[in-house]
């Protein structure tokens, strides 16, 4: 049997880990000897504000209670001052850097006819830009870690869902920003992953309309954020190799999420009428089709 894995000595910074799937993370990780920076704006959960108090100190507080070691910042990661008070914060009180967690997130859901520009503005500073800014500040810290990590929060709903074009949209730009760090990360061994998280949170119950009230109580009562927290703490303990990859998470089933290249057709006089008539070839997922896998090291620019 594995023996425990130990986080003592290493600095982790956790995003939205006032409430919900962030503040397992964050509990977990101090309960292993983690320092963790708990970030968390209060925000709603659509982002137009700022709601009343202070979740990311009530989570330190809780850490400090059993022994931990943790520091709140209500820094918005929206922003280059935002971002870079969350590093600072790990800097100043904890003295390096190791891993980041992407897990602050907004939603929404209204069709694609009534979502106006600003809401997906809105997602894509909270979902891709504000990682991007956190791991752009921290970065240089990273890279004087031993073992640096990254874990990024998509969604299956970059997949498709109802309702949730400008949430899974920004999910999906998150998911590319992944697979390109993790190439950048190769050579100074920066590992970079994401999950794609199911839980029964704020998150989730703002989006109730586009799920049955079956799946939502199941969501309540079954999918809960301390399933998740194990995945992201495996991706950013330094025994995780893996890098480039997207795991679903949910209610203690955990599987990986893989791009693949279908073995399709090759002919140089291509037509239309030769697409039509191989049509079900091209779109074939065959056991032929598992070695195409996209991993980071092999991914083409195209």
């Known amino acids: 049997m594995t023996a425990q894995l130990d986080f003592t000595d290493r600095v982790v910074i956790v995003t939205g880990a006032g409430r919900g799937i962030g503040r397992a993370h964050a ?3 101090a ?11 209060g925000s709603t959960t659509d982002g137009s504000g700022v709601e009343s108090g202070d979740p990311a100190a009530d989570v330190v507080a809780e850490i400090a209670a059993a022994g931990g070691k943790a520091v709140a910042v209500n820094s918005d990661i929206t922003t280059d001052e935002g971002a870079t008070a969350l590093v600072a914060a790990a800097i100043s009180n904890f003295g390096r850097l190791d891993a980041v967690i992407n897990n602050a997130g907004i939603v929404r859901a209204a069709p694609f006819r009534d979502v106006p520009d600003e809401e997906y503005q809105r997602h894509l500073d909270v979902h891709y830009l504000g990682p991007m800014r956190l791991l752009r500040a921290a970065w240089p810290h990273l890279l ?13 709903a970059m997949l498709g869902n109802p309702g949730m074009s400008h949430y ?7 998911f590319g920003l992944t697979r390109n760090l993790a190439l950048e990360g190769l050579e100074a061994g920066v590992k970079v992953n994401a999950i794609a998280p199911g839980a029964g949170t704020r998150m989730a119950e703002a989006a109730a309309d586009t799920l049955s009230p079956e799946i939502m109580e199941y969501m309540r009562t079954q999918l809960l954020p ?16 893996t890098t480039g990859e997207v795991f679903n998470v949910a209610g203690g089933i955990v599987n990986r ?5 279908t073995v399709g057709i090759h002919d140089p006089s291509l037509t239309v009428e030769t ?8 779109m074939a997922v065959t056991p032929d089709a598992i070695p195409q896998i996209v991993a980071p090291a092999q991914m083409p620019v195209s």
């Not at 999420?257 to 290249?261: E, T």
């Not at 697409?275 to 091209?282: D, G, P, S």
């Open 27 to 29: 509990l977990l990780l």
């Open 31 to 41: 309960s292993r000897g983690a320092s963790v920076v708990v970030g968390d704006l």
């Open 144 to 156: 004087e870690s031993p073992a640096p990590r990254v874990v990024n929060t998509i969604s299956q």
């Open 168 to 174: 899974g949209g920004s999910k999906g730009a998150l």
């Open 226 to 241: 301390e399933h998740v927290a194990p995945v992201a703490a495996f991706l950013v303990h330094p025994s995780c190799e």
């Open 257 to 261: 999420l893989a791009l693949v290249n």
């Open 275 to 282: 697409v039509a008539e191989q049509w079900e070839q091209i």
